[in-house]
């Protein structure tokens, strides 16, 4: 029997509650009705079922359905019926476009992400929401997916460079994962000129037959200008660059110094000796650290920045936080999460002024262990702000002049030292995971051009924080858990099955083993690494086992985290710059004001979605910061082409060997077409390039020299060729003397090689 839906009834959804002065069916009653009816209907007979008769009413309904269309929960037939989707047996996600062409769906059921073919993806941008339905398995197994119905544009607004050709105006997309270019009317392209960087609305969407018409919006500048290159990657990855109306006033309006009202009730820790210690142009200090012996084991203070006294859920400070999900770092700005006036003023434990902080308070035994901890609020007051270049000058190497500087420090700084090799020796008997590959620092001339990269190393103050971090999120994680609160954990897991067998094939073929049979452990991990110190191809090997492991996530349910080797782990240190931590920090509060954990103001759904979508605004951030750095270093050699450097082979594809510069930190791709005098066949087991004739081969951490031939600035990309291999010999000698020496062999070959074919004749 098919329900009936009565206007006297209190039906009318939540959403729409005072919206019209008279019922209208809500999403359940339509589903319902839908259901009972076992088939499409067209709008009409719904309007007859809900007694919709007059305009106004129908008009609420066609809204109604059509929201209904848009979030994916019915599909319009062409005979413009309404159907069930899951009915269907379609599915709802989000576009993930790589930019190689093809993409996949990311489904909000359950289920491994889907694969879209190039075909497919010609209909659609990367973040659009979809309709899709599955239609086999690709030869690598993979789900595919067919586009049935594209629910909301999410590209409509696009970076990118104005060109015209034969007359023709376009713009090419600057984000890579959108390879359709904007074709732009005369009528158009307002005040741009050929090679200008644009912002383009698109007003006609993409589809089969024909390319996407835009709308040129805004000139930015010139491709080349100082600074462009972050001016187009905010844009081109939807980074917030502007704060909307209101937000900075918020921030401004709380003052630049802490209310005495402010400090009330809280634990006043201004007489200790906190330090931060961070990089020597941070200006956004989240933690602060004392430390003072007890015993024979220490008491560690990890002061971190009350962030959530200030940014209150639902307003608009909190809005615009959600939204940016983090602050992005790139080599020369910053896009805080936060106003400034909250970022680098109110909540930043800048030295010599009272700060609010919540502290994890803990207590160490003489080994290092953790024997308990508790949180609270309370007030510092930062006594010096040091870099890690000044600390480790301070605790390593003795320097009697920064000794006195901070003399009133000094006593906490060795007994946090002395606690840090306790806590990093527990670290290495857990079995975490320590990847020591140095990171690249870019060094600006005065132009804003690079002048230099070279090589940034960890230093003892960088792990000492980085211990008393760990420590205090480990405490963070296990006060949630105990208290039964929501909230975010840092989840990482460990190696998928296909990348495992990847890499063991891998690591068989130069004599190294991975235990832990089919799932590893962190200390598996560890004891490899352990292995492979000291080798040539140390870093190489260290960037192989770090790719195959998965990504770290958020997530509202508590995984552990493999590479760390923990049971529990969260965010809490960096609520400043990180809108994971301010969650974390609001529920810790919730739990010190004695409140139960069913009355906190997110529930379990909320935590997930909110999640997953930090996970994406941290990807989206790294994305971005990647693509800056990509364009800065293809535009420093740029000027270097026909200059040959050393480098090392650090992944090799059948399309050709990627070669790090041993000095540059820059990596470029050798084309296979480019390998002289033969034909080289990709061995994937052993990740080789192989030559058919000569059977000279290329393979991972060979050494080689290499020649700048070519830069293209547009897709990020640095072509070498070979000058020399690892043993030193030109490259064109040593194919020739390879193809010599297979000859010889072929030679010796010959005279039993006749006898055989003699033999075979005779015989037949």
């Known amino acids: 029997m098919i329900r009936k839906f009565s206007k006297k009834g209190p039906q009318e959804p939540q959403d729409t509650a005072g919206q019209y002065p008279f019922a209208i069916p809500s999403r359940e009653d339509i589903l319902g009705y839908l259901e009972d009816a076992g088939m499409p209907l067209q709008r009409e007979r719904l309007e007859k079922a809900f007694d919709m008769h007059t305009p106004e009413e129908q008009e609420a309904l066609r809204r109604r359905l059509r929201a209904m269309l848009r979030d994916g929960q019915l599909l319009l037939n062409r005979k413009e019926e309404y159907a069930l989707v899951d009915k269907l047996s379609l599915l709802k996600g989000q576009v993930v476009a790589h930019r190689d062409g093809f993409g996949f769906v990311i489904a909000e059921k359950s289920m491994p992400d889907l694969f879209l073919s190039e075909r497919e993806m010609r209909n659609i941008f990367h973040g659009d929401k979809v309709l899709v339905r599955i239609i086999g398995e690709d030869r690598r197994g993979r789900k595919m997916a067919s586009v049935v119905e594209v629910l909301e544009r999410n590209t409509l607004e696009i970076v990118g460079q104005y060109l015209v050709e034969n007359g023709v105006g376009f713009v090419v997309p600057e984000n890579r994962t959108i390879y359709q270019d904007i074709l732009i009317l005369p009528e158009n392209k307002g005040t741009a000129e050929p090679g200008q960087i644009v912002t383009v609305e698109v007003i006609t969407p993409i589809n089969r037959r024909t390319a996407p018409l835009g709308r040129i919006k805004n000139v930015l500048g010139e491709a080349m200008a100082a600074g462009m290159e972050i001016e187009i990657a905010t844009r081109a990855h939807g980074l917030s660059f502007a704060w909307p109306e209101g937000v900075e006033a918020a921030a401004k309006s709380l003052g630049k110094n802490v209310q005495l009202r402010d400090k009330e009730g809280r634990t006043d820790l201004r007489h200790l000796s906190f330090v931060t210690i961070d990089g020597e142009d941070a200006k956004d200090f989240d933690d602060a650290v004392f430390c003072k012996q007890k015993g024979e084991g220490w008491a560690i203070y990890v002061a971190i920045a009350d962030v959530a006294h200030y940014v209150k859920p639902g307003k608009l400070l909190d809005e615009e936080a959600a939204k940016r999900g983090n602050s992005v770092y790139f080599p020369t700005k910053v896009i805080p999460m936060l106003p400034e006036a909250l970022s680098n003023g109110l909540c930043s434990l800048k030295p010599k002024v009272d700060r609010l902080c919540i502290v994890c308070d803990m207590r160490l035994d003489g080994n290092g262990e953790i024997l308990r901890y508790r949180f609270y609020e309370a007030v510092i007051h930062s006594h010096a702000r040091l870099t890690y270049t000044e600390a480790a000058s301070i605790l390593v190497d003795k320097d009697p002049a920064l000794r006195k500087t901070y003399k009133s420090a000094l006593l906490s700084l060795e007994n946090l030292y002395a606690a840090y090799q306790k806590l990093h020796k ?339």
């Open 426 to 764: 527990n670290r290495q008997k857990r079995g975490a995971i320590d990847f020591e590959i140095p990171e690249p620092f870019i060094v600006f001339n005065e132009h804003g051009k690079i002048d230099k990269i070279i090589a940034k190393y960890r230093n003892d103050a960088h792990k000492l924080i980085e211990e008393c971090m760990l420590a205090a999120n480990v405490c963070a994680a296990d006060f949630l858990l105990k208290n039964k609160m929501p909230g975010l954990f840092r989840v990482h897991e460990g190696p998928n099955p296909e990348k495992l067998e990847a890499l063991r094939k891998l690591l068989k073929e130069r004599g190294l083993s991975l235990p832990g049979g089919e799932k590893p452990k962190s200390k598996d991990y560890a004891k490899l690494m352990k292995q492979i110190e000291g080798r040539p191809d140390s870093n190489v090997l260290q960037t192989l086992l770090l790719r195959s492991l998965s990504q770290a996530v958020y997530q509202g349910d508590n995984c552990g985290h493999f590479g760390l080797a923990y049971d529990a782990y969260t965010h809490f240190t960096s609520p400043i710059r990180r809108y994971p931590d301010l969650l974390v920090h609001r529920a810790i509060r919730h739990i010190l004001q004695k409140k139960r954990a069913s009355t906190f103001r997110y529930s379990k759904t909320e935590i997930q979605h909110l999640a997953a979508h930090c996970s994406a605004t941290e990807r989206r951030a790294d994305e971005a910061t990647r693509d800056v750095v990509d364009w800065l270093k293809c535009e420093y050699m740029s000027s270097r082409l026909g200059q040959e450097y050393n480098g090392k082979v650090t992944s090799v594809t059948a399309f050709g060997l990627f070669v790090a510069l041993d000095e540059e930190f820059i990596e470029g791709l050798v084309h296979v077409t480019s390998l002289k005098n033969d034909y080289y066949r990709y061995d994937a087991i052993r990740h080789q390039l192989v030559g058919e004739a000569t059977k000279s081969s290329y393979s991972l951490g060979d050494k080689v020299r290499i020649r700048v031939i070519r830069v293209d600035l547009n897709q990020r990309k640095i072509d070498f060729d070979l000058v020399q291999t690892d043993s030193g010999v030109d490259t064109k000698k040593k194919v020739a003397k390879q193809k010599k020496e297979v000859s010889k062999k072929e030679d010796k070959k010959a005279p039993k090689k006749r006898f055989w074919q003699k033999l075979k004749a005779k015989n037949e």
